[in-house]
C-alpha cells in the first residue's frame, strides 16, 4: 500500500489541504487533483521546462519535484498569471510579439519570463540567454521568446 501525506499549500493565491501519495510529484497534484491542467507534462525528466511553476517566486520543474516537498510553500502556475482576467506583462510580449504557441512549451516560458522579468528587472541579453536554456521550444522559435522577453524588460517601469 503507497504511504500518503497530507499537505497544506497555496495555489495561485487559493489555500489547499489534500491528502497524496507520498510518492506524488507536483506536476500531478497541480492537474489530476487540483484539475489545473495549464501545466504542462513533456519529458517528465527535468530536461525540457514544459512543466515549469513557480514555488515561492523561483521556477521549478514540477515534474522533478515531490508534492511534499511543497508542503507549506506557495505556487503560482499559468492559471494564476493573469491579471482579472487580464493578460500580464509577460502574456502580453507573448501575444504582441507573436511567440510561437504551441501549447506545450507556452506555459512554461511564460513562468520562466515572469520569474526573469519579477526577480532581476530589466534583464540583459546575456542574462535572457542563459534563462532560456532551462527550456525547450521543440519547434526552436527562440528568436521570438528572446524579443518577447527584452520587450518585456525595456518597458519595465522599475
Ligand atoms: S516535463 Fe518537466 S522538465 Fe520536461
Ligand atoms: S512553441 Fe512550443 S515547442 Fe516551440
Redesign the pocket.
Known sequence: MTETVTLSLTVNGRGHVVEVPANMVLVDLLRERLQLRGTKAACDQGACGACTVLVDGVPATSCLTFAFAVDGRSIVTIEGVAVDGLFDRVQRAFHECG????????PG?VMLGKALLDQEPPPDAALVERWLNAN??????YQVFRRAFAAVGASDPR
Do not use: D, E, K, L
Request: a positive charge; one cysteine or more.
Open positions: 511567440v510561437p504557441q504551441c501549447g506545450f512549451c507556452t516560458m525547450i521550444c521543440r519547434c526552436s522559435g
